[in-house]
């Protein structure tokens, strides 16, 4: 026994760090394609902690809903994406603030 | 003391990584930042016997989710530097720091919560909701984590929730197509034509274009 050990709270502790910057990153940037990676960061945060869990508790439903969430976050980057490409055709300079011209 | 630096360096990935990503001027920086976070959390993920899903996290997030957002990147031709410093919502930005640092000291007490309920001091409300929390030193309880067992646990409790994601896959494929996709008006000539890039679809003569 080395003393130093990786344990569960090392994984919580780093999973909530990348959730937070991404969180901080997804309200501090404007660009809505990088607001996108933010909110997969978060994500991988989540699911890090998920896994975590399921490494602690003995748990396979754990790696299930990591299959969930990664399918639901291939969707939302899809339609997420589709907007981006949409919007900024329009306008090219666009910026997450321009949108709000769409409340008309 | 392998796991400690197999943690350190795919943390230390993982972190500067993200942090890259929030902060590179060029889109395309923060794409490959992004693969970087992703590999590092991949490789924990192998730290943790999730091999599984470590290779579904490199081959659907690394091989197609920052594909995808390179493509668009390409196809936008918005890969120029970004203004990093917009003053335009202050309120905003005051949220952000709330968040950040506000986060940062829940971590810190959440962590150390953490750590007091998995040493066995307040056990009693994990065990109410029917955990059985293991002695704190014990090695991670050897359970099936390969494809047969994540496969009996998605195709037995959670087949509903399986059959939803096929349709929420299909109406986001069939919504993406409808966005995507340039309209074309009732000649069948494509609409924007003449306005190159920058001309709207008919149907958006939005009201960006109008404060423009």
Redesign the interface.
Known sequence: M?G???????????G??????????L?????P??M???V??ML?GV??SF??F????????G??V???V??????????G??????V?????R??A??LS???? | MVEVVVFAVAGAACLVGAVGVVLSRNPVHAALMLVMTLFGIAVLFVALQAHFIAAVQVIVYAGAIVVLFLFVIMLLGVDRAAELSLGALPAQRWTAAAFGFGGAAVLVWLVAAVDRIFKGAHSYELERAGIVVTEADAPATSYATDVSAIARSLFSDYVYAFELTSLLLIVAVIGTVILARRSYGADGRRAGQHGGESAPAESGATPQEARQ
């Open positions: 080395s130093l050990e990786v344990t569960t709270g090392w994984y919580l502790t780093l909530a760090m990348l959730f937070l910057i991404g969180g901080t990153g309200l501090v940037r404007r660009n394609l990088i996108l990676m933010c997969e960061l991988n699911n890090l896994i975590a399921a490494d602690r508790f003995g748990d396979v439903h790696h299930t990591v299959l969930f990664l399918v639901v976050a291939a969707a939302e980057v899809v339609v994406l589709g907007l981006v490409v949409a900024l055709r329009a306008s090219p666009a910026t603030d321009d011209a769409l409340k008309g």
